[in-house]
């Protein structure tokens, strides 16, 4: 399997693009694709939805119009990418065959209604999801101008019917090797008599059976399950695709994170990880929001290591959120070449064109309801275009980070179903934001990983909040730091294995407490009208939400905490274990201790730094840095060295200014 940028390797700009929609319209058809050539558009997502039209009766397949959008397309040098229409089945289908829509969590089965609401385990579904995927692959598989596959859309929700109910007690048989005592261990079946003494008796968490919560053993081997048999449906996807053509690409555009699904295992058989990306820009922090898209865009880049697609953003406002804000000049090209920066080897839409009805007649679009290639949106569109061309050279590079922060589902998932601490939110993305944020205005490069990752080759791992970790991440961490390596945890660190069981003799659990030098022997959570704050170097630190009470056994106390009867105690400590340095943060502060404590950190590792004006970053993809100014309004950033503005030629050196909103891309002049 060629990589697709040896396919094509070219940074991909386009949109998704429904022309089964407009079948009625064959002026707008056939302006279409002259108007993406104007846009500089070379790509575009084909069939997303388009099952009524390929199949309008059952078994009969109708590709004569497909042919003819992926041909038109082409004479412009628009390429495709095709898309298995399986998020959303025709009505025929739901109508005659009662088990491919799901069942609730209430346990009724759905009407037909909306997309991505199909039972994955529906031998049905599944049978007519093969053939056509498969009639697609005959028919396409070898066209040039098909470039992805694009597998379904957007995977994710669950069902909760017989037949998944089925598939879920023979996932547990094989988790549990046919033993109901070992499951009944994992789950702690026997609080409250809830021993299974049959596996007939287990049923996924609903709202009339077992809340999530009670069981959290139960709750997350149903998450993973979920995980399980979504993932297999894709895999069933891209083998029937792949079995005509091996050699096209496949992937399938994901979420903003966190998700109920586990995106680690869906990435593994995708050969490029895409997402769609809708971030609320204008929205009062508007820096926070900078800064999760960062986060989420290295998040996708890191589950392969390597570049990611932008499979879907908006060109303008989404219809979907609390309000349909337009993006603010300069908001366009400064958050599509984000995504450049943090690794995106594409810019692409949703949506090519604006529908007359339908409930996203009102979402963003290239071409709006007037149907002209020309206005504000499109010209902003145009832009990012013609600025993609200019960049072909850094076109699949790889970004190699030093940096990594642990955010982990399975994770999330038990934190936020286990009952304790603060119930009413965790903050556990909030958390892992707020850590990344220190990396994020230095210009620190950052991978955004999983517990389940390779740790080697990073000098600093940062794991916010890791509450769940199995045995083999305890062990990872541990030959990390033994190796040399940099590790800095929190509070909630180390309480439980990956079914909520929690660990014995004292917490973080086993040889991490080695590694951190240090028993957390319990934790506070605070009121938000509670006060504490960290003593550390002579300066305090507001706290907030925990304090965990913590006795040290090798660690030295760099900070202790000022209030209440743990007042004196330690709250920051550090480790030396074996040839490494293990940190902990044994309470939520507001962003000031760990942020002066990442800065210790990158110094001593040598790990370079930018002094960035608030709401500033720069991001390197080698050898071009992104200065991203995130503020309204304009600022002067020092930039060491000498560089040119690979858009207007323009020299600097030492310092850049910027408009508000603007990003420059510079490259070295030497
Ligand atoms: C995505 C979805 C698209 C479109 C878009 C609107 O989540 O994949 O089909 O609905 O949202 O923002």
Redesign the pocket.
Known sequence: MKEYAALHPHFLHGA?YNPDQWLAYPEVLEQDPEMMAQAHCNCMSVG?FSWAMLEPVEGEYHFEQLDRFIENLAKKGVKTILATPSAARPRWMAEKYEQVRRVNKSGIREQYNTRHNHCYTSPIYRQKTVAIDKALAERYGHNPNVILWHIS??FGGECHCELCQDAFRQFLKKKYNNDLDKLNHAWWSSFWSHTVTDWAQIHSPMEHGEPDIIMTGLYLDWRNFVTYQTTDFMRMEIDAVKSVNPHIPVTT?L?WIPQNVDYDALAKYVDVVSW?S?PSWHEQDQIRCAVETAFCHNYFRSLKHKPFLLM?S?PSN?N?QAVSKLKRPGMHRLASLQAVAHGSDSVQY?QWRKGRGGS?KF?GAVIDHNGKAAGRVFEDVKQVGISLEKLDAICGTKTNARVAVIFDHKNCWALSNTSGFINADKKYMQTCLQHYKSFWKRGVDVDVISTGADLTGYDLVVMPMLYSMPLEQIDRIERYVAQGGTAVATYATGYVNDTDLCYLGGFPGNQLKDVFGLIADEIDSLYETDKNAVLWDNNTYDVVDYCELITPTTAEVLGAYKEDFYAGLPALLKNSYKKGTAYYIGCRDTGALSDKLYAQILEKLQIQTYDLPEGVTVTSRAPYLFVQNYNDYDITASVPGCYRNMETGEQYSGSISLNGLDIAVLYPND
């Open positions: 998704d997303i859309n957007e555009n979420m769609d809708y879907e908006t989404t979907w949703f996203e979402h």
